[in-house]
């Protein structure tokens, strides 16, 4: 058998997660490659979505970076097989998955500080990433969330986008839990694209806003059904981030993000604002709106303790 598979072009990882390293114990593993891009490219396996990344992209859920900064030349292509063989992972005829150099990513478990929210010093800090933030979105023409243009559908989706987003925030600082699972409804699927504009917003609040201690993880239920009532009305890959997202699972530069915001660490919190701002065509930005709602209502529940 080596033999057949010896003249396969074989693609090194760089970093895996457990997800994804966990196909090399499933024997009768069969999956189809679904979307191909220059950095990323998707693979459906058992109604899961898992992807290759290239070596530029930051480690994410169900991924394996590659060494390869682009994919354009490989000779890969939407229906080609993947497959377990000899405990190799092949694509096709003409690659071999090669796991020799390739390390664990581990995902981080971030815990918020409850006692920071009480502290005048935090609350300042909360106030100067939310004004950070609002001064990155207001140059941005991308997101849905800051349609000016004339497309009557999307002028319609935005008009949506922009009133579920306030009623969601109001009914979370009056912690009326009555309604919300009816408002995450109406937002799963919002938008366009492979991930969703409400999609998106949803996985950038809840990386916050949800982490555990947080003052408003009591919320966890009603986001839990609302998403799961309606993921089948989004994209399949969406889906899917807003399930790793009920279980705090997300890209590396978000959480790197997350944990400067709880660190109240501002050496490099800039930058990750942008690292995440520039995630695809929209959905960075479309997720900076969440985390910036996110950093609003968090210094809003923190106001109730300091004088």
Same mark, same amino acid.
């Given at each position: 058998?080596?033999?057949?598979?010896?003249?396969?072009?074989?693609?090194?990882?760089?970093?895996?997660?457990?997800?994804?390293?966990?196909?090399?114990?499933?024997?009768?593993?069969?999956?189809?490659?679904?979307?191909?891009?220059?950095?990323? $490219?998707?693979?459906?396996?058992?109604?899961?979505?898992?992807?290759?990344?290239?070596?530029?992209?930051?480690?994410?859920?169900?991924?394996?970076?590659?060494?390869?900064?682009?994919?354009?030349?490989?000779? $890969?292509?939407?229906?080609?097989?993947?497959?377990?063989?000899?405990?190799?992972?092949?694509?096709?005829?003409?690659?071999?998955?090669?796991?020799?150099?390739?390390?664990?990513?581990?995902?981080?478990? $971030?815990?918020?500080?409850?006692?920071?929210?009480?502290?005048?010093?935090?609350?300042?800090?909360?106030?100067?990433?939310?004004?950070?933030?609002?001064?990155?979105?207001?140059?941005?023409?991308?997101?849905?969330?800051?349609?000016?243009?004339?497309?009557?559908? @999307?002028?319609?989706?935005?008009?949506?986008?922009?009133?579920?987003?306030?009623?969601?925030?109001?009914?979370?600082?009056?912690?009326?839990?009555?309604?919300?699972?009816?408002? $995450?409804?109406?937002?799963?699927?919002?938008?366009?694209?492979?991930?969703?504009?409400?999609?998106?917003?949803?996985?950038?609040?809840?990386?916050?806003?949800?982490?555990?201690?947080?003052?408003?993880?009591?919320?966890?239920?009603?986001? @839990?059904?609302?998403?799961?009532?309606?993921?089948?009305?989004?994209?399949?890959?969406?889906?899917?981030?807003?399930?790793?997202?009920?279980?705090?699972?997300?890209?590396?530069?978000?959480?790197?993000?997350?944990?400067?915001?709880?660190?109240?660490?501002?050496?490099?919190? @800039?930058?990750?604002?942008?690292?995440?701002?520039?995630?695809?065509?929209?959905?960075?930005?479309?997720?900076?709106?969440?985390?910036?709602?996110?950093?609003?209502?968090?210094? @809003?529940?923190?106001?109730?303790?300091?004088?």
């Amino acid at each position: 058998m080596k033999i057949s598979t010896s003249h396969r072009q074989i693609l090194y990882g760089l970093t895996a997660d457990s997800h994804f390293l966990n196909l090399l114990n499933q024997p009768n593993m069969i999956g189809k490659v679904e979307q191909v891009f220059n950095k990323a $490219i998707n693979i459906s396996i058992n109604n899961s979505l898992f992807t290759l990344l290239s070596s530029q992209l930051d480690n994410a859920p169900n991924s394996c970076r590659l060494i390869n900064k682009d994919f354009s030349l490989l000779q $890969i292509k939407s229906g080609d097989d993947f497959y377990l063989l000899d405990n190799e992972i092949l694509i096709n005829e003409g690659y071999s998955l090669s796991f020799s150099l390739c390390k664990k990513w581990q995902q981080p478990n $971030i815990i918020f500080c409850p006692n920071k929210i009480k502290q005048k010093s935090y609350q300042s800090f909360l106030l100067a990433q939310l004004n950070t933030v609002d001064l990155i979105l207001s140059n941005d023409k991308r997101s849905l969330f800051n349609y000016l243009g004339d497309n009557v559908f @999307y002028l319609s989706s935005s008009r949506i986008l922009i009133q579920l987003r306030t009623h969601l925030i109001n009914l979370l600082k009056m912690e009326q839990h009555e309604n919300l699972v009816s408002v $995450i409804n109406q937002l799963v699927g919002l938008g366009i694209g492979l991930t969703p504009s409400g999609d998106d917003y949803l996985v950038g609040l809840m990386a916050f806003l949800l982490l555990e201690n947080h003052p408003a993880h009591s919320f966890y239920p009603e986001f @839990y059904q609302g998403i799961v009532q309606s993921k089948d009305r989004t994209t399949p890959i969406s889906a899917i981030t807003l399930e790793k997202a009920l279980k705090k699972e997300y890209r590396e530069n978000m959480h790197q993000l997350i944990q400067s915001l709880v660190e109240a660490n501002e050496t490099e919190i @800039y930058s990750q604002f942008l690292e995440v701002f520039n995630i695809g065509s929209s959905s960075g930005s479309d997720m900076l709106f969440g985390i910036r709602d996110a950093l609003y209502l968090t210094h @809003y529940f923190g106001e109730k303790y300091v004088d």
